[in-house]
């Protein structure tokens, strides 16, 4: 094969292709990474016509777009899931094996980008597949971290955190774009000239695009996830070089880049930190210049803006682009402001992903406005007219000497949305119940979904061969036609087949565990699996207290018919989060002693995985029998993890919060296991005094588990270790732990009971499975394009 003749159709010569001429490497010498590269390569080639026609469809329907601006794109892996969208999949692995290579170890070479923290960022990668497979036209915007969530490991048991590193090695699915360059002002003042105000920056950066085009399913449509970089305007200070002070002479570059260096690894609280106000104003304004940029491109009128641009923001991480959008309205094409507001406002919408008020993010104005002068004298000016139009408002975006970011994206919105029945509930009664009341209109709810490309197809072949072998393929584009395995759940035979299916991947995850982590699990166990960031209010140490109490009882009850459990644990804690990290060690201290215990070990076994990423669940979801979903009520504003579960036949054991409320209506309360306060018993309950005194008092089993932690049974010689824990289950538990244990023992020998007839079980997981269609996130990109966006598809018209 020579250079010119770039095989079009068969896929091992196109392979073969890339690693000699892209790559330049023989065959004979080529590694793994080298194999993977070329595939990828092969892969992408596949993508790009249909990307550039979706874009041209774009433009020449002049259709309304929309743009998802999010501080995370928690995107992981992206071969696979192109290669199945693409349905390459057995052509692609045939072709992989007739060199040799192993498949499934191809496959998994690939980093996994981890440009987010966890559900946020999870939720922005699977609605920009939705948004693809739907024909919606759009953009995804967000930064471009070179180092994306830092890597766990533990030592004794302690999480430590190290760099993450994902573009060390080439990625392939990126284009680079230098045509795409602005050039974005920091700080200074702001002047005023022939009566208008001029901001007049101290400094300036540059941001620089790269593209990654998102396939849909079956291929039919692609998008753009354009992540920025920051970069020196001027890199390179040849006069400071030429003085011999070579390291000054590259500090504005290395300033520049540090904007886009690291992803701020806190979940649900905030940090009031100059940089990530920075890396906030950078993404958000570079974004707004580019829909300027296109907009401008095609029309003279501004004022048609709200009928051609959707914007998203994802949390309150991108407000900022509010009052930017405003200000270049305003102060540089020279809109009256009354008209630059409602353009703005008519433009904008934000989704709200949490009510805990410590991840609401605020800035003191003595930093924003260091920063931000003339934002932060437009967030003033449209706080005050609001005002003035509402006096009886009370809760603002000013005051107090900060800028709060929740009532100004509030303010700036034309739709706000929550994640779930019930947050979206929440949120108008408390958080945002003062906006509410004022305009009532304004708070929908759009229920989060997963994308069953990635969360079934991609993750669990074996069940979606046996759904397609039983129902035809039509359920990946179209999630709600799973609901016709219903009658074949009444099929003994069909029921044996998915409780094989489940099996095989049980044997699967144990053989990996077996591999890479030396831990021989028991397949016939139930896998019970919790998985998600490490929080109190997501209640992990109800879990291990719950473990610790099982454990005692077998041990006093050793002849019982205990049902075999392993526990599984995966999820990483804030790096400041030290009441988390103490979680975590506990964790791993209560797993060291049972896992030890010889009178107990066929019957309990706990394991904390590190370092969990989109990879790692994955894997786990499609071998889980239980899914923990044990949030305290009212704090869970969706969850996402749930519905992976869920429609990977796995029920869940759960409290009545955020989606776990819709999971099971639609699944049914008997193949759903709750416990638990409700959202308002729990914050009646947090008024009782003592209550969690009380609780301990009131249960032995409970007052066993705090007791032996207390007594240094988990940590030898050490009894204080957990002190802090032991303080806060027996005073002032706000996350009502003790309160909820009780009620949750009970739900778990339910799992028990219920686990050992493992035919009702099978039953029980596959109707999890039938029933939970309706948390596709193709049915939650439907829902904003309908209520919010009012953008329709544009698919055929490519
Ligand atoms: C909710 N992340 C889930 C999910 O809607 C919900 C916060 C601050 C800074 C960085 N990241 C965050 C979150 O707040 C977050 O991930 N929230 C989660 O959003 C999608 O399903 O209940 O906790």
């Known amino acids: 094969m020579a250079r010119d003749d770039m095989p079009q159709s068969d896929f091992r010569d196109a392979i073969l292709w890339h690693l000699t001429y892209t790559l330049g490497k023989d065959p004979d010498h080529a590694q793994l990474f080298d194999w993977r590269l070329a595939l990828s390569h092969a892969v992408r080639d596949r993508i790009v016509d249909r990307w550039m026609a979706s874009t041209r469809a774009t433009y020449r329907a002049d259709a309304k777009r929309v743009y998802y601006l999010s501080m995370e794109f928690l995107i992981g892996r992206l071969l696979q899931d192109n290669i199945v969208n693409l349905q390459l999949a057995d052509e692609a692995q045939e072709a992989v094996e007739s060199f040799g290579l192993d498949w499934r170890g191809v496959l998994l070479d690939e980093p996994d980008a981890a440009l987010g923290n966890g559900g946020l960022g999870r939720l922005a990668a699977c609605f920009m597949e939705s948004l693809a497979t739907l024909g919606c036209p759009a953009y995804g915007y967000g930064i471009r971290y070179e180092h994306g969530l830092f890597r766990q490991s533990f030592a004794e048991g302690r999480q430590m955190e190290s760099p993450e590193d994902w573009l060390e090695q080439p990625f392939v699915w990126q284009f680079e774009r230098p045509e795409a360059r602005f050039v974005l002002g920091l700080g200074g003042r702001v002047a005023t000239r022939d009566g208008r105000a001029v901001w007049e920056p101290e400094s300036f950066v540059q941001s620089e695009a790269y593209d990654i085009p998102v396939i849909g399913w079956r291929g039919a449509w692609a998008n753009t996830l354009r992540l920025w970089a920051g970069r020196a305007v001027d890199p390179f200070d040849l006069a400071r070089f030429n003085a011999g002070d070579f390291a000054a002479a590259a500090e504005a570059e290395a300033l520049a880049r540090t904007i886009s260096r690291v992803l701020y690894p806190e979940d649900s609280t905030e940090k009031g930190k100059r940089l990530r106000l920075t890396q906030e104003y950078f993404f958000s304004a570079a974004s707004i210049r580019d829909i300027l940029r296109r907009f401008e491109a095609e029309h003279a009128d501004l004022r048609l803006l709200p009928q051609k641009v959707a914007i998203q923001l994802n949390d309150t991480h991108p407000a900022i682009a509010g009052p930017e959008l405003l200000r270049i309205l305003h102060d540089e094409r020279g809109l009256p402001f009354d008209e630059a507001l409602a353009i703005t406002r008519a433009c904008v919408n934000y989704t709200n992903h949490t009510l805990l008020p410590e991840a609401l993010e605020s800035w003191g104005e003595g930093l924003f406005g260091d920063l931000l ?334 007791e032996a932690i207390r007594s240094g049974a988990f940590s030898p010689g050490e009894p204080d270790r957990y002190a802090n824990i032991v303080e806060n289950l027996t005073g002032a538990d706000y996350f009502l732990v003790a309160s909820d244990f009780a009620d949750y023992w009970r739900a778990q020998r339910e799992v028990d009971f219920a686990y050992a007839n493992r035919a009702e079980w099978t039953r029980m997981a596959a109707l999890n499975v039938a029933r939970s269609g309706w948390f596709s996130s193709d049915r939650t990109i439907r829902g904003y394009m309908q209520d919010i966006w009012n953008v329709k598809s544009l698919l055929g018209q490519e």
């Open 373 to 706: 002068p003339r934002h932060l004298q437009i967030i003033d000016r449209i706080d005050a007219e609001d005002a003035r139009a509402h006096p009886d408002r009370r809760n603002t975006a000013r005051g107090d000497g900060k800028v709060r970011m929740g009532e100004l994206s509030f303010i700036l919105s034309n739709r706000v949305n929550g994640v779930s029945a019930l947050h979206t509930g929440l949120m108008k009664t408390t958080v945002f119940a003062d906006q509410h009341r004022i305009w009532p209109d304004r708070i929908v709810n759009q229920t989060n979904g997963v994308t069953p490309r990635r969360w079934l197809l991609g993750c669990n072949p074996r069940l979606a061969r046996l759904i397609t072998r039983t129902i035809g393929d039509g359920w990946v584009g179209d999630l709600e036609q799973l609901q016709a395995l219903e009658p074949h759940v009444a099929d003994a035979g069909w029921l044996e087949e998915f409780a094989a299916v489940k099996a095989a991947n049980k044997a699967d995850l144990s053989g990996w565990i077996a591999r890479d982590h030396g831990v021989m699990l028991d397949p016939q166990a139930l896998f019970d699996v919790q998985i998600k960031r490490i929080h109190e209010y997501k209640r992990q140490h109800l879990n291990i207290l719950e473990a610790i109490a099982l454990w005692q009882e077998m041990r006093e009850n050793p002849s019982a018919d205990w049902t075999a459990r392993v526990k599984i644990f995966g999820g990483k804690a804030a790096p400041g989060y030290f009441f988390a990290k103490d979680i975590i060690r506990l964790i791993n201290d209560v797993a060291a002693v049972i896992n030890a215990d010889a009178a107990t070990k066929e019957k309990l076994q706990i394991l904390y995985l590190p370092n969990y990423n989109v990879t790692l669940a994955e894997r786990l979801i499609p071998a889980a029998d239980l899914s923990e979903q044990i949030s305290t009520a009212g704090k869970e504003a969706s969850g996402t993890g749930n519905m992976k579960f869920a429609l990977n036949g796995a029920p869940t054991i759960g409290t009545l919060d955020g989606a776990n409320v819709e999971i099971r209506e639609l699944v049914g309360p008997e193949n759903f296991f709750l416990f638990g306060l409700t959202a308002e018993e729990a914050e009646a309950r947090r008024a009782v005094p003592d209550h969690a005194a009380c609780a301990v008092a009131a249960d032995p089993r409970l007052k066993r588990a705090v």
